[in-house]
């Protein structure tokens, strides 16, 4: 379907069934001015006067002005009308004739028997003798179409039946009821006479009395059981007595086989389904299609609140909080012509819920700055409360077998745990879990030397992981201290917008905040929630031994925030969280001892809350995510997908609605989909579908085709630097062309940097001196380039920067957050504003960083940027108005004159639409409309309009005429110079309108 609706004008249509039959002589059909669609005489009376040639078509029903009867007195002009029987001079239209050759052959003078005779004229419009006329007639430019004195005729030349479908009404008529006239009917074809089909043996006779004009018969079809194709009848007329022959002699009937071999669509096998209570259910269910026949697929004994919706031979059940506990069975079915395949499939909903606890613990007792570890009293409080989770701080351990021994002793032999690695007065982050730790590692907080940021992904039941954060930011309240926490904290979310939006996120530990007016404070609870704040038995937030602030904070994210619960300890609740003070239990939980909590050197309180989840038996497979992509117009574009399986069984791994002209190959979870030559402009929604015998998940993503540009201005967007927190925010306007490069360096000017690096930046690069923002290379950096709105548009760099080493990116179009698309170099290979391998991915792309070694050279460390373009096809619609410009050329001249939404020759019609229409924007009698209605005998009538090549049309239907239509027949061919559509009637005296699309 084109972007843009383009619509023809509205046909009202009001026909009843069983009504007369048309021949020869019956009613004209409406023209568009043409030699094979001509004007009736009532178009062309009412065209307005000019010199511009028509061809019309009428009947001669007499001669000058009112001679209407023999003798006639002239040959100088015929008066034609659209009934042969007329004789009021108002319907008629003077047809003069010239001396060149016509009057001699139309005069009534010369020629009373053409009487009567339906001719076909060309000339314009003007006045004889004050009467409407058609000038500039001559003997080239009239035809007879038909004689009228006698002519017989099949009605139709062909049509088409099924085998099933009864009766046809095959119709003569002739054109003149004057006298006996009759003919023999001589039948042939593939078709056997009373096997495949049968008729009155007298229909062969065909007798016209004097006055009849027509004469019909029904030929019954057989439906038998034979599977034999389509077979022929084919009617002859011969032997005509007492009339002329007219064009049709021939009719043929294709009689189209109703008995192919059923083959019914097949269900894919759908296996039986659990979910946990209160959780999302989504599966695929597909049909594979036997013999091409449209396939539909519907569902029964759907649960309340699962809705199945399907599209062709593809199903999609979805079930949203799922309720309530137990077993459903639905029925899947696949149908079409041939059958149906039915499979009913078990669906449990459970009700298991778990709710697991999360602890921050900087239980460690200190004794001096450097001198921290977990000792008896912490060990007994992990004993007592028993938390699922826990992120530690300060955690270091002196008993024998060390961390594994202590976490076995305290929290039991099948937990995880993961600790940073510090040596120099360690302080170590680590997160211990009751379940798997399937990936963990740090985040270097460069504002401490003794401790990073622990994180570690978690496989909690369900399909769904949870990723833990273990921290400790900077004590104290001067302002630098200050400052530095909230440079850890910005860090920190940086590192977060890496991990899945839509897992659990949980950040966790001591963060010595003193206020909440801190900016790290405003920063955490913008990304993260606070909204459940821990309390002891009391009421107190506070979480230091003096009870006087807040330090140790556990930071959900709102996913994992939404399923927050009571918190449970030795049967006393804590709906917002717990902290753990023992003199305010009596006794304490066992095996805490009095004064445990705030034994010698032990600064914190531990903090806990809890999380209710469901859990799922067998998760379905899951989609790395996909993001939106643009490509330029006539670009190449290569989008990798890959889906992993949760319950390790084989994935299927599909696409739906991709574009025109891509290519999707995939094995197992793995795929790709490549488009080259991308066309035309527009975006495009793909899904892409993962199942395996546990479910069905889904995911979108847009692919946007943009017009090709000159340059583009990167003014407003963000190059952003981990490790060393930096951002720079290019000024406005800083213009790249397509292709080129985007070169920041960190302090030089352009000639300085040229020097140093021994080249000459080409014409297609812009040179960016930061002052001295970034790039700051002193190992270990990370980039990534963001737009005005921080979307990440490339990045982040996998590859942590080395000192003296370049890394170089090795084709544009390989994955920037992938460490296989990148290559360490040692600087002196470096090669700022050349020698990138471009994809045509569309967007910025970041290809190089380097450091530059030397004393005092770090002012030459440079990013580059490219703008991913590959020279394409020139933009046939330079000025973006949505038309070529080659078409406005040809129809204004020029192409600032008109535009998408103009309307030039005031027809109603926009410019744009008979761009695409494919009619003309400068004549208003020119675009997309019904321009006849022909009548069909045996019920129905044939819609005709001019069409254009190239283009594919739809007829829709509606009672009304402002809305509700629907398909009457999609994707019709253009036939030239005419097109047409049969529409059968289904009830007699049905009334509405129907509209011409273009598809």
Request: proline share 6%; glycine share 10%; charged share 15%.
């Amino acid at each position: 379907m084109v972007p843009v609706a383009v619509l023809g004008a509205l046909l009202f249509v009001r026909l009843s069934l069983g009504g007369g039959v048309p021949g020869a002589s019956g009613p004209l059909v409406l023209g568009v001015g043409t030699e094979l669609s001509p004007y009736t005489v009532s178009q062309a009376i009412a065209l307005p006067l000019g010199s511009v040639e028509y061809w019309g078509q009428g009947y001669i029903v007499g001669g000058r002005y009112d001679d209407f009867t023999a003798p006639f007195y002239n040959d100088w002009g015929v008066s034609v009308a659209d009934d042969p029987n007329e004789t009021n001079l108002v319907n008629c239209l003077q047809v003069k004739l010239e001396d060149d050759g016509g009057r001699s052959t139309w005069g009534l003078l010369s020629h009373p028997e053409n009487l009567g005779r339906l001719i076909r004229f060309k000339g314009f419009r003007d006045t004889y003798g004050n009467y409407p006329s058609f000038e500039g007639i001559n003997v080239a430019d009239i035809s007879q179409v038909l004689v009228g004195g006698n002519s017989l005729q099949f009605v139709d030349q062909e049509s088409s039946v099924s085998e099933s479908n009864g009766v046809v009404v095959v119709l003569i008529t002739r054109s003149n009821g004057t006298g006996a006239a009759s003919a023999q009917m001589q039948v042939s074809g593939s078709a056997t006479p009373n096997v495949d089909f049968s008729f009155i043996a007298s229909a062969t006779n065909v007798v016209f009395a004097d006055g009849e004009t027509s004469y019909g018969f029904e030929l019954a079809v057989v439906d038998d059981l034979e599977l034999e194709g389509p077979e022929t009848v084919t009617l002859d007329l011969v032997n005509l007595i007492g009339a002329d022959p007219g064009p049709y002699l021939q009719y043929a009937l294709t009689i189209e086989d109703n008995d192919a071999v059923p083959t019914p669509p097949v269900l894919q096998t759908i296996e039986s389904k659990t979910v946990f209570l209160g959780a999302d259910l989504l599966f695929a269910v597909m049909a594979t299609e036997t013999d091409g026949d449209p396939v539909t697929l519907t569902a029964s004994n759907l649960p309340p609140g699962a809705v199945f919706t399907a599209s062709g031979a593809t199903g999609l059940f979805a079930w949203s909080n799922a309720a309530p506990a137990g077993t459903s069975v639905v029925t899947f079915y696949a149908e079409d012509e041939d059958g149906v395949d039915a499979q009913a499939v078990n669906i449990e909903v459970s009700d298991q819920q778990i709710t697991f606890t999360v602890m921050a613990a900087n239980l460690s007792a200190q004794s001096s700055e450097c001198e921290t570890v977990q000792g008896p009293p912490s060990e007994r409080i992990f004993r007592a409360l028993a938390p699922d989770i826990v992120a530690m701080q300060e955690w270091n351990v002196t008993n024998a077998g060390g961390y594994r021994a202590f976490v076995d002793a305290n929290f039991g032999t099948g937990f995880s745990y993961y600790v940073e690695n510090e040596s120099a007065c360690a302080m170590p982050n680590g997160i211990i879990s009751r379940w798997p730790i399937i990936a963990s590692g740090e985040w270097q907080d460069t504002q401490l030397s003794n401790r990073d940021f622990a994180w570690a992904t978690i496989d909690i039941p369900g399909s769904v992981d949870l990723h833990v954060v273990s921290v400790h930011l900077k004590a104290d309240a001067t302002s630098a201290d200050i400052d530095k926490r909230e440079l850890q904290t910005r860090a920190l979310t940086n590192y977060l917008a890496q991990l899945p939006g839509d897992d659990y996120i949980v950040v966790a530990g001591d963060f010595n905040i003193h206020s909440t007016s801190e900016a790290c404070y405003q920063i955490l609870s913008t990304t993260l929630n606070d909204d459940h704040k821990p309390v002891d038995r009391v009421g107190d937030r506070d979480t230091n031994i003096p009870r006087n602030e807040r330090y140790d904070y556990i930071f959900p994210n709102d996913r994992l925030n939404a399923l927050h619960a009571t918190c449970t300890v030795a049967g006393v609740s804590f709906p917002e969280g717990l902290v753990f003070l023992d003199s305010q239990w009596s006794p304490p939980p066992s095996p805490v001892l009095a004064g445990d909590s705030t034994a010698p050197g032990i600064q914190h309180l531990a903090v806990m809350k809890a999380f209710t989840i469901t859990a799922e038996a067998s998760p379905g497979p899951s989609i790395d995510p996909v993001a939106d992509r643009s490509i330029l117009l006539g670009g190449t574009l290569t989008v990798p997908l890959a889906a992993t399986s949760g319950d390790g069984s084989p994935i299927s791994l599909t696409l739906s609605n991709q574009p025109a002209g891509t290519v999707f190959t995939a094995t197992a979870g793995i795929g790709s989909l490549i488009w080259s030559n991308a066309s035309p402009l527009g975006s495009y929604t793909v899904t892409v579908h993962a199942a395996n015998a546990a479910g069905a998940t889904q995911q979108l993503f847009v692919i946007r085709v943009d017009a090709l540009t000159t340059v583009l201005d990167v003014g407003g967007y963000f190059l952003y630097q981990t490790n060393g927190y930096r951002d720079y925010l290019f000024a406005q306007p800083t213009l790249v062309p397509p292709g080129g490069y985007l070169v920041v360096s960190r302090a030089s000017d352009q000639a300085a940097f040229e020097a140093y690096w021994g080249v000459t930046l080409g014409a297609n690069v812009t040179f960016v001196n930061s002052g001295n923002d970034l790039p700051q290379l002193n190992g270990d950096e990370v980039f990534w380039l963001a737009g005005p709105d921080n979307t990440i548009l490339d990045g982040p760099t996998p590859i942590p920067m080395g000192v003296g080493k370049a890394i170089v990116r090795g084709a544009t179009g390989e994955p920037s957050t992938l460490a296989l698309s990148w290559q360490e170099t040692s600087e002196t290979n470096a090669t700022p504003g050349s020698g990138a391998v471009l994809s045509g991915t569309g967007g910025l792309v970041l290809t190089e960083i380097s450091d530059a070694s030397g004393t005092g050279n770090y002012i030459y460390e440079f990013v580059e940027i490219v703008y991913d373009v590959i020279p394409g096809p020139t933009d046939p619609d330079g000025d973006g108005d949505g038309m070529d410009d080659a078409w406005e050329l040809a129809n204004f001249g020029t192409v600032t004159s008109a535009w998408f939404t103009s309307d030039t020759d005031l027809d109603g019609f926009m410019d744009g639409h008979e761009y695409l229409a494919g009619t003309s924007p400068t004549n208003p009698l020119s675009y997309l409309s019904f321009d006849a209605i022909h009548e069909q005998a045996a019920g129905g009538f044939d819609l005709l309009w001019l069409g254009v090549s190239g283009r594919s049309y739809r007829v829709v239907f509606s009672p009304q005429s402002d809305s509700g239509y629907l398909p009457v027949q999609t994707n019709i061919p253009a036939a030239l110079p005419l097109t047409s559509v049969q529409i059968l009637m289904v009830a007699t005296n049905q009334t509405g309108f129907y509209r011409i699309e273009l598809e």
